[in-house]
């Protein structure tokens, strides 16, 4: 799937307070799902820098098809955001994850009708602290067009450094737009974790598993060992 590695979201507030998600490996069957959120012309432009062009399911399912081979050396692995009612909110995952060099690119996409409800920030903190503390990555990368704020801030808050900017690389809405790139480390992360932990409210919450773990749950329970 090519996603541009780059993070489509928006602004995390306000926030539904007492609202619990889950992240769960995508299935083919969610596909069904997720076809129609890349067939949006504006959305795509922004988020997906390598394709212009709305998909049917079978072409998703052929663009998708390498996420689900269970191949130890496909360098992916991705999961779907779910209410607590088993409703598909979103898509995460690590791209290009590289065992030699310890990094991996992160990429998401919120659902119209699932955003500035704080699922953004809270699922890309979890996925990053997957890879830091679970995988043993080193860094995570992740790009965004340059008039993309929001997303912009988010990565921002993450404790993620701008490291370049790639001029003119991203053609969409007629024109070109710069390319940032912005990268993490897991020295700096461990650090930065705490701290956004405790910005976060702790109502809201995104969590690995139907019956979620405090220690792989954003916000964390940083009292209990999370």
């Given at each position: 799937m090519h996603l541009s590695h780059s993070l489509k979201v928006v602004d995390p507030l306000p926030e539904k307070p007492n609202s619990v998600f889950k992240l769960r490996p995508l299935e083919k069957a969610d596909l069904e799902v997720i076809t129609p959120w890349f067939q949006d012309i504006e959305d795509l432009a922004r988020f997906d820098r390598t394709s212009r062009t709305p998909w049917n399911l079978s072409q998703t399912e052929e663009v998708w098809s390498d996420a689900f081979n269970t191949s130890s050396g496909n360098g992916k692995c991705w999961f779907v955001v779910e209410s607590d009612k088993g409703k598909i909110l979103g898509l995460i995952g690590l791209d290009a994850i590289s065992p030699i060099n310890r990094d991996a690119v992160v990429a998401m996409f919120v659902d119209k009708s699932a955003r500035r409800l704080g699922i953004a920030i809270r699922a890309v903190?979890?996925?990053?602290?997957?890879?830091?503390?679970?995988?043993?990555?080193?860094?995570?990368?992740?790009?965004?067009?340059?008039?993309?704020?929001?997303?912009?801030?988010?990565?921002?808050?993450?404790?993620?450094?701008?490291?370049?900017t790639m001029r003119q690389a991203w053609?969409?809405?007629?024109?070109?737009?710069?390319?940032?790139?912005?990268?993490?480390?897991?020295?700096?992360?461990?650090?930065?974790?705490?701290?956004?932990?405790?910005?976060?409210c702790p109502e809201t919450i995104v969590s690995f598993g139907s019956e979620g773990s405090t220690n792989w749950s954003w916000p964390p329970q940083l009292d209990k060992g999370g």
């Open positions: 903190a979890l996925v990053v602290d997957f890879a830091f503390r679970q995988l043993g990555v080193n860094r995570v990368t992740s790009y965004y067009r340059n008039d993309n704020h929001i997303s912009r801030d988010l990565v921002a808050r993450l404790g993620c450094q701008v490291e370049g053609f969409a809405d007629g024109k070109f737009h710069d390319m940032i790139v912005v990268g993490l480390l897991q020295k700096d992360w461990m650090e930065r974790r705490a701290v956004l932990a405790k910005e976060l």
